[in-house]
């Protein structure tokens, strides 16, 4: 097969309009770019995405209804601190008892032959105390009687030594009375000296007698120990002995209750301690007067969680002014709610720098896009990953919980379609 070739060709008047378009398009690529020609533009900052909230008030708390049991205000267990036979207990349980009332009495006779024996001891050690002090007078009798020796001594002397220059006497006779003197000096300085010994002696017994007045006076003490009174008012709730049973120290002999106040103890879960304030009022029922209902305030929350079941003890405090609220009894306890609400926010949203906490609060708002403006908040408590604004934040103010990456004052940002 043979292939032929056909040329085409154009009239003659269409050549000056094809180069005219040619040369064009080759003088268009070769014109230089001026220094005023725009360059490409920068691109546009992007916005951080945020997943935005509205504060909202938090709802009423539910009163939920816990149950609790009731003991005295105060429990005073009394116990013996001697020992010896009971000889008296003048109570049973259920009595009603007055501060200083007798309740039991000991057998007391060793302790009152102790007390007799340290007062006779005492006795003998003020005569002793006497012959001493007697001593005493008589030293000082026989330095008096030194005394004059010695100057009647020292006079001879004297007198016999001037007989001796006068040629009288001899010169043994002279210092025969020089002698006399000085013996009757020695024995008055002997005598002095007997007097200091005989003061420490009195000394010594002024102490004894002191150390015996004491041992005295525990023995007395000691004594009132066997008989033993109330120390509150109250009412008896257990008696741990009976008559004629031998009582040692820190015996147990009763229970006493005291029933002015009652307090309620009520274990509550450790979630439930956000909503708990120490003076809170509590509302509080018995069974046992299923018509009346009882106001209590909460004055005591255990530091201390039980491992088992991880609960903590309430102490509730009523007024009982006819005592009629014993011990034991169940009782029905419902925390009032408080009046103020208050705004939640997730834990999520705050942010802190040392000691400042803050939030980002959402401004200028268009569609889906905003600003955000650092709102300091002060907090008050966080449980379970909930924050509670004390201020700096009011009902319907739109914050954010989440954002793609950290945020700064003044920052744009996109809505995300997870925001309220």
Known sequence: MKYSHKSITFPRYFLPLINLIFFSLIGCSQIPKTENQPTSQPPEKKSINVDVATANLNPPAT???????????????????????????????GDRLFSGQLIATID?????????????DLLALESELAQAESEVNNARTEVEKMRVELRQAENDAARFNKLLQDGAISQKEAENYQTSAKIAAKNLKSAQEQITIEQKVVSTFLARIGSQKAVIAQEQQELGYYRLFSPIN???????????????????????????????IVPVSELELA????????????????????????????PLIETNNRKVNLEIILDNPDSKIGSGLLARVKFNPEKQQKIIIPESALNQNQDTNYIFIIKNKQENK????????????????????????KPNDNFVINSSQPLQNGDQVSLSVLSE
């Open 63 to 93: 009163i939920t209804e816990y149950i609790g049991t009731t003991k005295p205000i105060q429990e005073v267990s009394l116990r013996s601190q001697v020992e010896g036979k009971l000889l008296a207990l003048t109570v049973d349980v």
């Open 108 to 120: 007391d006779s060793f302790q009152i032959a102790a007390v007799n024996k340290a007062k006779a």
């Open 234 to 264: 109250g009412v008896v709730l257990a008696k741990m002995t009976e008559i004629g049973n031998l009582i040692t120290p820190s015996t147990e002999i009763v229970k006493i209750g005291d029933f002015r106040q009652v307090k309620v």
């Open 275 to 302: 909503n708990l304030n120490i003076g809170q009022l509590v509302n509080v029922k018995f069974d046992a007067f299923s018509t009346q209902s009882f106001t209590g305030k909460l004055t005591t929350i255990s």
């Open 370 to 393: 905003a600003t955000v403006e650092k709102q300091v908040v002060e907090i008050g408590n966080i449980v379970n990953g909930k924050v509670e604004i004390i201020s700096g934040i």
